[in-house]
């Protein structure tokens, strides 16, 4: 069953759906440009079996409120308000924050942070993909994995189908705004989902006529104008996204409408230059992939997720050995951030399933005791900075140095050093783990790890 709810973040009324078991793997699906979450209606019976699946209406989009205050359907709609959960300053109001991609993905965080959403894969799709992976960039260790579709991050993802835009984001000028009023159009609305499309008698008319709706209400079109010209900025931060990709390696499926007339399939290849465990699959079908092919984009998410996310001995953890110089240096760094997080499960995901460590006296074996010790660890060592470097390696083995600083419940700071050694597996998880640590206490104008 589907609930439908609303939360108040940062001021806004946000709608969302939800289905699924509450104690299940979360999914959070982001939609795009013109629709919402009505989108996600054939998706999400088919993976909320298994998993929990959250859709938040964008603001702006569906029936959430815009900035500026203008609901997508009145306070007396008769959706329930659900648990009635807020986010941010009752003083604040709606509309606090301008229609940027920025503030979208701001009035995101909040969601998912009242929510209390610890960890999530997340599926993102045309602005979804900008708004998601600015989530993702500032929680990495919320991410279990990624499904775009049609979600571009890279330049050659862009087609032709930009020329209007792009002339709009090098002279945002009076006749350029008005010549992208075409795009909130009905026709450009409904040639969105039928271009493409082998049959476009199998696309409901609801689907597309439901987006024109709240395209239609007053306010929206500035909004959408406002946010096809912050798009550029989108663009430029596809290198941030790209390191993302590169420094933390999420699992990542593609899914991907090949016949798009404005996300290219190259945009969907390009995600395996940056990231190596990236799959991706195409469909004979246009921008709106879930409305033709909605069956077998849910039967490979779940067998990407049941498959991927499950922490299994076959998952992969990049770099794998053999080492190199620079594989290895990357291994020790991608170390220091997650430990730095202070998260235990993102931490764990680095060891293998059966792993064995020695710390200080302390025999640990297997990832849950290895998040039970860091949950005490961290617990006990407050304000806690580390900071590593590479000593040596061979083959599937690295030497480390390492030291860290933090203080007691009593203030009392403390230097902890030593020395680790580590053997992987072919998959690149850490096996072993054995480390020498000696403490001295410090005062706090001696702290050098910040």
């Not at 909004?223 to 596809?238: A, E, I, K």
């Amino acid at each position: 069953m589907t609930h439908y709810r609303y939360l108040t973040v940062k001021g806004l009324k946000i709608f969302y759906r939800e289905a699924g078991p509450v104690g299940a793997p979360v999914i959070l699906l982001l939609h795009g440009f013109p629709t919402s979450s009505h989108m996600f209606r054939n998706l999400i019976p088919a993976l909320s079996g298994r998993y929990r699946v959250i859709a938040p209406d964008l603001p702006g989009f569906g029936f959430s409120e815009m900035p500026g205050g203008a609901a997508g359907s009145p306070a007396e709609s008769g959706v329930s308000a659900g648990s009635g959960r807020q986010s941010g300053s009752p003083a604040e109001s709606a509309g606090a924050f301008g229609p940027t991609f920025d503030g979208l993905a701001g009035v995101m965080q909040g969601f998912i942070d009242a929510l209390g959403l610890k960890r999530f894969a997340l599926y993102v799709f045309d602005y979804g993909a900008p708004v998601g992976y600015r989530l993702a960039v500032a929680n990495p260790e919320k991410i279990s994995g990624i499904i775009s579709q049609n979600g571009n991050a890279y330049a050659e993802g862009l087609s032709t189908g930009w020329e209007s835009l792009r002339r709009y984001w090098e002279d945002p000028s009076a006749v350029n705004r008005e010549a992208l009023k075409a795009m909130v159009a009905a026709d450009f609305t409904r040639f969105q989902y039928v271009e493409g499309v082998d049959d476009p008698s199998g696309i409901a008319p609801e689907a597309y006529m439901l987006d024109q709706y709240f395209l239609d209400r007053p306010g929206s079109l500035d909004v959408q104008l406002d946010l096809m010209l912050d798009y550029r900025n989108n663009v430029r931060l596809y290198p941030v996204w790209q390191e993302y990709f590169r420094k933390f390696q999420p699992r990542l499926l593609a899914v991907w409408g090949e016949r798009d007339p404005f996300f290219l399939p190259a945009g969907a290849e390009a995600y395996k230059r940056d990231n190596p465990n990236a799959v991706v699959k195409f469909y004979p079908t246009g921008h709106f992939a879930l409305e033709t092919h909605a069956a077998e984009i849910a039967a490979d998410i779940l067998g990407f997720l049941n498959a991927e996310i499950s922490f299994s001995r076959s998952e992969k953890r990049y770099p794998i050995p053999p080492f190199t110089r620079e594989t290895a240096l990357q291994k020790v760094q991608l170390a220091e951030d997650a430990w730095n997080s202070k998260d235990p499960e993102k931490v764990s995901l680095a060891y293998s399933v059966d792993t064995e460590w020695r710390n200080r006296t302390e025999f640990i074996n297997g990832r849950e005791e290895v998040k039970a010790f860091l949950r005490r660890k961290w617990n006990r060592e407050l304000d806690y900075k580390l900071k590593k470097e590479l000593w040596g390696f061979r083959e599937n083995r690295m030497a480390v140095r390492f030291e860290y600083e933090w203080r007691d419940d009593a203030g009392q700071w403390y230097r902890s050093y030593g020395n680790e050694l580590w053997e992987f597996d072919e998959n690149g998880l850490m096996r072993k783990r054995y480390a020498s640590i000696n403490d001295a206490p410090i005062k706090e104008g001696e702290r050098r790890v910040r």
